[in-house]
């Protein structure tokens, strides 16, 4: 084969591999990933009472809980669904009482809208020592949080949204954060960052091609 060829034919390699790429659909892992900049704190369950935006969401708040932990689910195109999941979670707020907490994600989805951004819902169950302490939905809304707007792109998930349903312009019910902890629910939201796990072959295939690149870098064809 022609050095030409097969430089063209590892960069397809890798570019497939390392770029979001919708083709590659079927089951998928990411893995959640905690980390702190200015706009946004990853990966929390936080009060859901400062920032104001729109003005109807709260983008931040104090953080109660680190989520750990991976996703699991099924990619076909822009649309993500998640499988039913159990997360651990660590108390970082001495509010919230010592316990252990867990977070069952009964059912999910997200779908890339274009632009950049992401909608969806997460149904969620939060527990204290295995009993029901709340129980709700995160509404994941296209629009653009003091971090960004929501993402799923098919390699990074990264998403913020309130447990109460908000914006006329995406939900027939709507109320704001005062009417809804005044149902007797507490309001709270969800900072979640999570990056593309990698299947083993997928791995493996990129680390042969980008060896491959860097071979022919050391020895160049002239």
Do not use: K
Request: net charge negative; glycine share 10%.
């Amino acid at each position: 084969m022609f050095p030409m060829v097969r430089a063209l034919r590892s960069f397809a390699i890798v570019a497939a591999l390392v770029l979001p790429n919708y083709a590659l659909a079927g089951p998928v892992t990411f893995q959640i990933v905690q980390e702190v900049n200015p706009d946004v704190t990853f990966s929390v369950i936080h009060s859901a009472e400062g920032n104001p935006v729109n003005p109807l969401y709260y983008s931040s708040g104090e953080a109660y809980l680190q989520i750990n932990g991976q996703l699991t689910g099924d990619l076909t195109g822009g649309l993500l669904t998640l499988d039913p999941v159990t997360l651990n979670l660590t108390i970082i707020s001495a509010v919230v009482p010592a316990a252990v907490w867990t977070l069952d994600i009964l059912a999910g989805s997200l779908t890339d809208v274009g632009g950049g951004t992401a909608e969806g819902t997460i149904d969620y169950v939060l527990r204290r020592d295995g009993a029901v302490d709340e129980t709700g939905t995160f509404y994941l809304d296209p629009i653009l949080f003091g971090g960004g707007p929501n993402i799923s792109n098919g390699s990074e998930i990264a998403i913020w949204g309130n447990n109460w349903a908000a914006n006329p312009a995406f939900h027939a019910a709507t109320m704001t954060r005062e009417q809804f902890a005044a149902t007797g629910s507490t309001p709270l939201a969800i900072d979640l960052r999570a990056l593309l796990v990698p299947e083993p072959a997928m791995a493996w295939l990129m680390m042969v091609a980008a060896a491959s690149c860097v071979r022919r870098r050391r020895h160049p064809v002239v």
